[in-house]
T-cell receptor, first 115, second 111 residues
Framework: NAGVTQTPKFRILKIGQSMTLQCTQD?????MYWYRQDPGMGLKLIYY???????DKGEVPNGYNVSRSTTEDFPLRLELAAPSQTSVYFC??????????????FGPGTRLTVL | ELKVEQNPLFLSMQEGKNYTIYCNYS?????LYWYRQDPGKSLESLFV?????AVKQEGRLMASLDTKARLSTLHITAAVHDLSATYFC???????????FGAGTILRVKS
């Protein structure tokens, strides 16, 4: 089991460029999430999904888009990158079980800098 | 709106000492999670607390949940340097599958 994988690990973008952050999980989890973590801060939810074809906004969705065409993949799209999107992005997945609730498993993160 | 507050936000402690990190939340929930994050790394699940009075222990860390007080504690016993990290609590909203995270407590254990 690879768990949750994210690519790329690092990326530098110029203002106005676009990119897609990839996230894949191999645990057959229904629920997937995208967070951003600014330096010295906690996690803010960008988007989440409860299953293939179903996505919803989190706390800070502006400037981002997502899609969920399969159970395994949950890419995050940044359109027209801005310096305010400089952050570390974490993807997570979970199921919902009696023993573990919605314990989320996190990917290694993508460190994005917009200049 | 569910709010989660941790305190302290920064904790510097000597090796061998005991201390407690507190996690308060604002609305009804009986599902709370603790995570650890090392600098530059991802989040690692530590504890899952799913009922009032739940207590979990792993090594020098013990977590508990009091749903009536809307409070969870993470107690550190005889701290060692390897426990230096940032600790987050996260609360599951009563209905749904989202977690709301606290701001994190940066723990530094000094030799």
């Amino acid at each position: 089991n690879a768990g949750v994988t994210q690519t790329p690990k690092f990326r530098i973008l110029k203002i106005g460029q676009s990119m897609t952050l990839q996230c894949t999980q191999d645990m057959n989890h229904n629920y997937m999430y995208w967070y951003r973590q600014d330096p010295g801060m906690g996690l803010k939810l960008i988007y989440y999904s409860v299953g293939a074809g179903i996505t919803d906004k989190g706390e800070v969705p502006n400037g981002y888009n997502v899609s969920r065409s399969t159970t395994e993949d949950f890419p995050l799209r940044l359109e027209l990158a801005a310096p305010s999107q400089t952050s570390v992005y974490f993807c997570a997945s979970s199921s919902n079980t009696r023993l573990a609730g919605v314990r989320q498993f996190f990917g290694p993160g993508t460190r994005l800098t917009v200049l | 709106e569910l709010k989660v507050e941790q305190n302290p936000l920064f904790l510097s402690m000597q090796e061998g000492k005991n201390y407690t990190i507190y996690c308060n939340y604002s609305t009804t929930s009986d599902r709370l999670y603790w995570y650890r994050q090392d600098p530059g790394k991802s989040l690692e699940s530590l504890f899952v607390l799913l009922s009032n009075g739940a207590v979990k222990q792993e090594g020098r860390l013990m977590a508990s949940l009091d749903t009536k007080a809307r409070l969870s504690t993470l107690h550190i016993t005889a701290a060692v340097h390897d426990l230096s990290a940032t600790y987050f609590c996260a609360v599951n909203m009563e209905y749904g599958n989202k977690l709301v995270f606290g701001a994190g407590t940066i723990l530094r254990v000094k030799s």
